[in-house]
Antibody, heavy 121, light 110 residues
Framework: EEQLLESGGGLVQSGGSLRLSCAASGFSFKSYAMTWGRQAPGKGLEWVSCISGDSDGSYYADSVKGRFTISRDNSKNTLYLQMNSLRGEDTAVYFC??????????????WGQGTVVTISS | QSVLTQPPSVSAAPGQKVTISCSGSSSNIENNYVSWYQQLPGTAPKLLIYENNKRPSGIPDRFSGSKSGTSATLGITGLQTGDEADYYCGTWDSSLSVGMFGGGTKLTVL
């Protein structure tokens, strides 16, 4: 079964850092671009960042550019999101998702269950 | 405020049809594929439509997608109470080089 499993969420103070992980199984991880998205409490979905299968390309939402870094380790079938200089508005459930199409195509056919990030002041 | 505009809510009776619109611009919807997602409370989103009008395997043909110019539409026929959920459109913006989702539409099946 094709699956994604996020981990690494938690409670951190404003200005702090967290690294999220997304473990993939059941498919050829290196063959797919991957994406991080998030959903603040009671709010809609927000696209955060994406990375190509070979890590050759990546993109970021303006709200996280310069603070978050997406990366992947294809030998470990794992996607990462390094989050620095965290702010209250970063509080959300963070999802990883598989791009069923190209890097610059929004088409996510597999989603993880999400990991909760809470930023305290 | 989302660049892609969806109605906050829609409603219809069981068995009826509903459409959900997603309005954007030439830099996003008009020149990129649109996808649609269903999110039930407390769960991850689920892909319903990709490449404007294609359904993944396992998605019933009650769900359909279309696109014209800078707008896209999700249609749901034969509404069931289990269809009550939030629905999101998504696309790429070629000018901003970012992905984006609409603000979401809550479907109520009366």
């Amino acid at each position: 079964e094709e699956q994604l499993l996020e981990s690494g969420g938690g409670l951190v103070q404003s200005g702090g850092s967290l690294r999220l992980s997304c473990a993939a199984s059941g498919f050829s991880f290196k063959s797919y671009a991957m994406t991080w998205g998030r959903q603040a409490p009671g709010k809609g979905l927000e696209w955060v960042s994406c990375i190509s299968g070979d890590s050759d390309g990546s993109y970021y939402a303006d709200s996280v550019k310069g603070r978050f870094t997406i990366s992947r380790d294809n030998s470990k079938n794992t996607l990462y999101l390094q989050m620095n200089s965290l702010r209250g508005e970063d509080t959300a459930v963070y999802f990883c998702a598989r791009n069923s199409g190209s890097l610059r195509e929004i088409s996510f056919d597999i989603w993880g269950q999400g990991t909760v990030v809470t930023i305290s002041s | 405020q989302s660049v892609l505009t969806q109605p906050p809510s829609v409603s219809a009776a069981p068995g009826q049809k509903v459409t959900i619109s997603c309005s954007g611009s030439s830099s996003n919807i008009e020149n990129n594929y649109v996808s649609w997602y269903q999110q039930l409370p407390g769960t991850a989103p689920k892909l319903l439509i990709y490449e404007n009008n294609k359904r993944p395997s396992g998605i019933p043909d009650r769900f359909s997608g279309s696109k014209s110019g800078t707008s896209a539409t999700l249609g749901i026929t034969g509404l069931q109470t289990g269809d009550e959920a939030d629905y999101y459109c998504g696309t790429w913006d070629s000018s901003l080089s970012v992905g984006m989702f609409g603000g979401g539409t809550k479907l109520t099946v009366l």
